[in-house]
């Protein structure tokens, strides 16, 4: 029998017992022994529970689980950093291996965990940090090994993929559709890490560090949210054939690695674009296999649970036949995560401008003496003096857009810069 | 050092050296140790090749490979059933490990196949045999283990895919496509085993038996080809709503398992429906992830290549590392594979029938007294005495189908039966 310590009872651990409990059979053959949950931190022993959960086994002192000589395994599903992170370091310290699906810790403290895991024998697994229950880090890992990984991109957060699609399908406004998928639970009530992008940035350099094999530096991803897409952009990129996704991008550059966060002009053709409401995809390219897409929901008690437990299976299994699998340390290669001013991209763009003779010979201009070539130009004709227009450049390095950007502004004609969103087209 | 021996050098088994040299140093640090092609088993031992292999590595006796104390690992690119699967068998009682990727043996001879290797503590891989680069396998057996599949869907061969693919896009008849297919080599000359369906059938019982954890029968399943889809139906089904597909199903029933391969009215709106030209798919539900899918190229050189190197790159790690990892069998469970017959399908029904007063009366009645009601009739009329009748009926067990069809033969105003096809709907 192999005894597991689970850290935190909330939405995704009470998915792992409810799993652990319906599939019992079934995982007991596939890691040739019974498990059992030895011990459960939680904050509140009182609390009133919708689970099947022997009272006796709650704790709520850390020191009955990562103390504790019966327990092997520790499943730390608390979430946040700290004190996440600390009981992490304390159960490896204690010769136990590690599940985890804590995105934050992996994609911060990382590199860290998997060496001191490396020196003590054991094993860190955290298939359940990114897209939930579909398959990807493990067949990263694993299945694509044998492939020299170009370019990830990913759908990572399903809250702001609910909420684009709803904008995309209803046409409502970003505040209005927050307010709802608030209610139904589909967003926090602090919403800004997944709105912002930072929840998405997470997972893309978790992803990012194991097709690389390197570490990334949490603060050098380039990070933008959705708060500042309009219906009207979501329109507009309908009419010029593409939708709007909250893409988390990962590519080799030239000069290193190219990791960012943000609004994407995808093509409506891609799969990718296919990709709604709170599902979440990879789509990845390697110089063996090629393209690759994997699909499906990316968050919940669930599908989270069932990546937790598949960790909990692969590693009890091991530590039952009494192999020792230390994880390979993915750091071996030094990469720069290139700066965004760096990076070359299409960009959408939209103005306001007087509808006046001259006024887009102006514009081009400016662009033209910033290296900015225009690969689409939609100038909406209205019976007001104040029109739309709607450019889409060439690629062009990050830094000439925003030097454009500030002359741009200095024309007389040109009323207001509303739009500024990155177009994926070249390599996807 | 760990030394394999390659059984065959055709398109695969190029694919493979190909990216060991590629990728070499990436893959060393992975296994922790390097790779070297000690042995390659080939027909002929003075034919040209477009390979950067040193000749002396080659052989065309078997015996300097399974007999060699060597190697530690044989890698099977023959393919078809035999010599492949002696070699294989060979190959394991010598205590080395195997790599595969032959869908035939494994869905023929995988159960004595992994049985032996657990007897003599090797280990077998065959990601290769399914799917192509997709990660499938390896998901299904580690990543998917938490779950209990329910059902199973792939679009499982590039070949069939392609022609229904062009046929759709362009409205060519199949004959005509498939021709197209073999002069740009993604049909072979003899096309039968893609065509009729045998191909996607070896892996659905492949991939069903790892996800119902039994052993499958491959003569129990049912397969039907796509060379009697006509573009009429195509047409029709695009006007109702779906794409036709050649699709591998798995699924629990009541009684059993319902495992089948045959041409499929799928909803325009399901994923699977985007799948084109030479992508593979397979699309699952488990009761904790819910739906995921993976999608990629199912077939080639390079896309297997890749999944074969990655079983080399696994089953290395493990025999470098000193470690003793047998199969798990997955037959622990007796399941029955019902018999079509038994099963319930949607069905659309094409028929020409004489435009009189009375004759739909006299369909539905049949229809009627046999159990069989109708969600849809479609109806075209045209100026002439015979005119199409298409009907979709809801799920009925396929021998009430058929003995419903042997009347509707009867009826004199019928004159010809034309298309049978099942809707997949309900479930998926």
Same mark, same amino acid.
């Given at each position: 029998m192999i005894k597991i310590g689970l850290l935190g009872l909330g939405t995704v651990g009470s998915g792992v017992v409810t799993i652990m409990e319906n599939n019992k059979e079934s995982i007991r053959r596939k890691v040739g022994t019974s498990l059992a949950i030895e011990k459960v931190l939680v904050k509140n022993l009182d609390k009133e529970r919708d689970l099947d959960i022997?009272?006796?086994?709650?704790?709520?002192?850390i020191e009955d689980i990562v103390y504790n000589p019966d327990i092997d395994l520790v499943v730390e599903?608390?979430?946040?950093?700290e004190p996440a992170c600390q009981y992490i370091k304390e159960a490896i310290n204690r010769g136990k291996s590690v599940v985890t699906a804590n995105k934050l810790v992996i994609a911060k403290h990382g590199t860290e965990i998997l060496k001191l895991a490396r020196e003590k024998g054991v094993q860190v697994s955290y298939e359940?940090?990114?897209?939930? +229950? @579909?398959?990807?880090i493990r067949p990263l890992k694993e299945s694509l090994a044998a492939n020299r990984i170009h370019e990830i991109y990913g759908i990572l957060n399903g809250t702001t993929n609910y909420i684009l699609t709803k904008m995309t399908r209803e046409g409502r406004k970003f505040q209005e559709v927050l307010a709802e998928a608030q209610k139904l639970g589909y967003?926090?009530?602090?919403?800004s890490s997944d709105i912002e992008g930072y929840d998405a940035a997470y997972k893309i350099a978790i992803l990012a560090s194991i097709a690389f094999e390197t570490s990334i530096d949490i603060s050098s991803v380039y990070v933008e949210g959705i708060? +500042? @897409?309009?219906v009207d952009d979501i329109e507009l990129a309908r009419e010029l054939g593409y939708v709007i996704k909250l893409l988390a991008i990962g590519k080799r550059c030239e000069r290193g690695l190219d990791i960012r966060v943000h609004p994407t002009f995808i093509?409506?053709?891609?799969?990718?674009?296919?990709?709604?409401?709170?599902y979440n995809a990879v789509y990845l390219h390697g110089d063996a296999v090629g393209d690759v897409m994997s699909y499906g929901k990316g968050a919940g008690q669930m599908p989270t649970g069932s990546a937790v437990v598949a960790d909990i299976i692969q590693v009890a299994r091991d530590i039952h036949s009494g192999r020792v699998v230390t994880p390979s340390l993915d750091t071996t290669i030094k990469h720069r995560v290139v700066d965004i001013n760096e990076i070359e991209n299409s960009f959408y763009l939209r103005l306001q401008v007087r509808d006046k003779p001259g006024v887009l010979a102006q514009i081009t201009k400016v662009l033209g003496d910033n290296k900015v070539s225009l690969a689409s130009v939609l100038q909406k004709h209205r019976l007001t003096t104040v029109v739309p227009l709607v450019l889409i450049t060439h690629p062009v390095k990050e830094q000439f857009i925003n030097k454009s950007l500030k002359e741009l502004k200095k024309i007389e004609d040109v009323v207001s810069i509303d739009s500024l969103i990155r177009v994926e087209e070249e390599s996807i």
């Open positions: 022997d009272s006796r086994v709650l704790t709520s002192n599903l608390i979430g946040g950093e359940g940090s990114v897209g939930g +229950g @579909i398959p990807i967003a926090e009530s602090d919403p708060d +500042g @897409i309009s093509p409506r053709s891609h799969p990718l674009a296919l990709v709604s409401d709170v």
